[in-house]
């Protein structure tokens, strides 16, 4: 499948007044140079703990939020690059749902208003005519017609959640940005929003960005992930590749800290130890060194490069350079990683429900 979204060495950086008597600023590194591809009919989940740049992330790849620098290329043209002509343009072919269902809705609009307003901005339509496609939109996404003429407090978290992404739809727009779209919601109705996104993309041959910390959500709905690490990625892989032998020790800390319940399937959960680093004073060479049980000398001292370890598999992490892995002893070199052996497969228990 061709590329569809092509992101190099995106940063976004915020400066911190350190108080009016004080004219120095610190750096917020919240997105420090990070690089994807993302196809089409393809979904690429980015994902992390919280604070770690994700929702900063996938603002700036659709110019919510402008970047500090770096290159971001949508059907093979420059969005950075886009006057306000070209990126109003950009809306209808990409689009966001967010979070929050509650907030990212006006309450003082009605349902019709909310999913008509892209419509009433980028189409020249009559009132019949976008009536008519918002209650089409609405059926598509679950919802009944009538649903148009009440307002978002009378209608649950899930529902809501629809009414965001049927707006979302109205333009048919080629990539989705889904920033944790089922987060604020129950098991049960993440598990519908979930399948009914799989059934858009089918139908619509749409691509989502999925931002999400679940890796339970991520492994059900994704084809490939991307962790990110204090506003780095670390890690890139297919989904099941990277469930079932993760290859940064940060990765492995995430899929060992998944609940399982299964029985046969329980293992020992390790976890992360430490907490995560200031953004605003990121430790220097890999950033997460100070809680790696594997850190090295040269950890503290050099930023990894990201490198392909594998067909697809990429990961930026001192342990999988030849030459570092032939000086460093057997006792140093963590060979659990990356194999596929029941301690370093804590993940196997992780439901899945097929990728779309």
Sequence with gaps: MPELLQVRDLRKYYWKKLGLLRPT???????DGISFDLRERETLGLVGESGCGKSTAGRSVLRLIEPTSGEISFNGRDVLKFDS???RAMRREAQMVFQDPFG???PRLTVAQIVEEPLVIHERMTGS?????AGEMLATVGLRPEHLDRFPHEFSG???QRIGIARALMLNPRLLVADEPVSALDVSVQAQVLNLMGDLQERFGLAYLLIAHDLGVVRYICH????????EIVETAPVDDLIRSPLHPYTEGLVSAV?????????RREGLRGEVASPLNPPAGCRFHPRCPYAMPICSEQRPPMR??????HVACHLHDAEIAKSTSSKEFPASVGKNSPQSNPGAGIRKGGNP
Excluded: C, I
Aim: hydrophobic content about 30%.
């Design 25 to 31: 600023t610190q750096t917020v590194h919240a997105v």
């Design 85 to 87: 002509e070209n990126l």
């Design 104 to 106: 990212s809705l006006n």
């Design 129 to 133: 005519e976008r009536r008519e496609r």
């Design 158 to 160: 899930g529902q809501r």
């Design 224 to 231: 490939r992930v991307a962790v990110m690490y204090l506003g």
């Design 259 to 267: 609940p399982v319940t299964h029985p046969r399937l329980r293992h």
């Design 308 to 313: 392909e370890v594998a067909d697809q598999r």
